[in-house]
């Protein structure tokens, strides 16, 4: 398809997905929203790309839903809306390659949802984030439901409840970033981590991925018995085979993603 609310490109086995509406804080609309979902989709389909990055064009990440949709419309179309609004949550969780979240300045509301829904993020020093729907009569309820995953109970409720804003340093305290990194070098500190990954077999992260979410929510036993019957489907590919080789055999190894 083509784009123009969101942006496409590739590096290295890196993917990008960059937000691009710039002069609109790169807030959600729904092209923006059937952009990302599209385009977080095609890059799955690429054998190119072991790894997406999700960043954005402009001052801010992104700083929520447009929310002048809500006037006076009825339910059907807010039901609609809301679920192009809150697709990408479930798209992340379902795709095989691992998601990055590549965050500068003001990630809000549905920014925070994003950045929770990815699998992993890096912050600049700049970075701010917020479930601030509730400061203009608004809730975030979609956005909650990876926060909860993210950050539990208490600090979830305390950020959709009052709205108050996080800086990047209490957002890796929390477990919303796995890294804060310089502003300044965002751009690089991302690579440098995606590529880590990149270079791992795709086939094992696709696997381990999908193992992870499915087990997620199960209690204990249940887990473990799936994840062992994940491992051991995992040891029967030929890339295990090879990186075992490789690191027996001290080499680099050459991943075939079967």
């Not at 997406?52 to 064009?57: E, G, L, R, S």
């Not at 700083?63 to 419309?73: F, H, L, N, P, S």
């Not at 549905?110 to 970075?127: F, K, S, T, Y």
Request: include cysteine; hydrophobic fraction near 40%; aromatic fraction near 8%.
């Amino acid at each position: 398809m083509e784009y123009t609310s969101v942006l496409l490109s590739k590096k290295d086995k890196i993917g990008y997905v960059t937000l691009n509406r710039p002069e609109n804080n790169n807030t959600f609309n729904i092209p923006l929203a059937i952009e990302l979902n599209e385009g977080l989709m095609e890059l799955e389909r690429d054998d190119d790309v072991n790894v997406i990055v999700i960043d954005a064009n402009g001052k801010n990440f992104c700083t929520g839903i447009e929310v002048d949709y809500v006037d006076g419309k009825p339910f059907h179309d807010y039901i609609q809306w809301i679920g192009y609004m809150e697709k990408m949550n479930l798209t992340i969780a379902e795709m095989g390659k691992p998601v990055i979240a590549s965050v500068k300045n003001i990630a809000v509301a549905n920014g925070i949802g994003l950045v929770a829904a990815c699998d992993l993020a890096i912050a600049a020093e700049n970075a701010k984030f917020g479930a601030t729907a509730v400061n203009v009569g608004l809730f975030c309820m979609g956005p909650a439901v990876p926060l909860l995953k993210s950050l539990g109970r208490k600090k979830t409720l305390e950020l959709i409840m009052t709205g108050d804003m996080i800086n990047a340093v209490e957002a890796e305290r929390l477990g919303l970033v796995n890294k804060v990194v310089p502003t300044e070098n965002l751009e690089e500190e991302t690579y440098a981590f995606a590529k880590k990954l990149a270079d791992k077999s795709p086939l094992a992260m696709k696997l381990g991925k999908e193992s992870f979410y499915k087990m997620e929510d199960l209690d204990y036993k249940s887990a473990m018995e799936l994840t062992n019957n994940h491992f051991a489907a995992l040891c029967t590919t030929e890339d295990a085979q090879e990186g075992v080789d490789a690191f027996l055999n001290k080499r680099k190894p050459t991943w075939k993603n079967k």
